[in-house]
């Protein structure tokens, strides 16, 4: 009895933990990062031995499962790498400030990291970290000095695109902008190019176009005249309907246009004398007879009754001129 005893708790014994290594391995295999903590440890005695409790197993096990599926869908992950990371991997560029950079190339790179962390979904806590990441060089010592003289709590997304573009784009470059705008006109462009164009420059003029209406009337105000009469009337309060509406315009002005010198060139055409007209022409010059063109009689002046004189227009004597006789 002891025999058989010995033998049926040795066999069970390995078999369970036969069935705990695969679920382990399993668990491995599925899920990639685990933690030691959130290994399964079986609920032993004062003794030391291990009873055999199935519930408490399961039990573990559930919770267990239940942590890692809460770090895997968990969209912050030690796997998908570090903010800096996952902006370059997205096409983000560094940032040196190097001396005299461009001010246009500074926007740009903000502009384009901006656009980047937004398609990421990253919280303003995480623009300005991954922000900081990507500069280097003389814009990281810039950044360190500011960061020094500033507050901690007043150290946000908003203060360091402020402070950036004080530093790297400059006021005069955003003057020189708005002035653009205030001068621009359709001129030579055609509709698609003068949107692109007005679009650029009214971000350096947000007071001037601030509502939507106001967006609506200065861009009518530089459209070509030809199409400003066709459209002003109407005001169109809405942007994207508006530019709509003028590019119909403008396609309806085109076409006119065209038909118009189709037209002026067959009338070119028909008025032209065919070749046989100016042979006839110069046949009927060379064998008909000359006419001798009427002679011109020549006009005589009367003597003046003032002066004796023959002359045009008033008797200078009687008006008493002076007729610089010396």
Not at 9 to 17: F, I, L, Q
Not at 41 to 70: F, K, V
Not at 72 to 82: A, H, I, K, L, Y
Not at 92 to 119: C, H, Q
């Amino acid at each position: 009895m002891s025999t058989r005893g010995t033998r049926g708790r040795g066999t069970r014994g390995p078999g369970r933990g036969r069935r705990g290594a695969r679920a382990e391995s399993l668990a491995s295999d599925t899920i990639p990062v685990v933690d030691a903590s959130e290994t399964l440890a079986s609920p032993t005695t004062d003794s030391g031995t291990r009873p055999y409790d199935r519930t408490a197993r399961d039990d573990a096990l559930s919770q267990a499962m239940l942590r890692i599926l809460e770090r895997v869908t968990s969209p912050n992950t030690g796997s998908r790498g570090s903010v800096s990371e996952r902006l370059q991997s997205n096409g983000a560029e560094v940032f040196k400030g190097i001396s005299r950079v461009a001010p246009n190339v500074a926007e740009y790179w903000l502009e384009a990291t901006e656009r980047i962390m937004d398609d990421l979904d990253c919280t303003a806590k995480q623009k300005l970290k991954g922000a900081i990441s990507l500069l280097r060089e003389e814009a990281y010592q810039w950044w360190l000095t500011v960061k020094e003289g500033t507050q901690l709590e007043r150290i946000t997304w908003e203060l360091f695109k402020s402070a950036f573009q004080g530093k790297y784009v400059g006021a005069s470059y955003v003057d020189a902008r708005r002035k653009e705008f205030l001068n621009l006109t359709q001129g030579d462009r055609s509709i698609a190019e003068y949107e692109v164009e007005f679009l650029r420059l009214s971000r350096y003029a947000r007071g001037i176009v601030a509502t939507e209406y106001k967006r609506c009337v200065r861009f009518e105000d530089g459209l070509r005249d030809s199409l400003q009469v066709l459209i002003a009337p109407q005001r169109e309060r809405d942007f994207a309907a508006l530019v709509e509406k003028v590019k119909i315009a403008e396609d309806v002005k085109r076409a006119e246009r065209q038909s118009w010198e189709k037209k002026r060139s067959k009338t070119k055409i028909d008025l032209k004398p065919s070749n046989s007209d100016q042979r006839h022409r110069k046949s009927a010059r060379a064998d008909g007879p000359v006419r001798a063109e009427a002679p011109i009689a020549a006009v005589s002046l009367q003597p003046c009754a003032d002066c004796g004189k023959s002359h045009y227009g008033e008797c200078w004597k009687w008006i008493e001129a002076c007729l610089r006789c010396g």
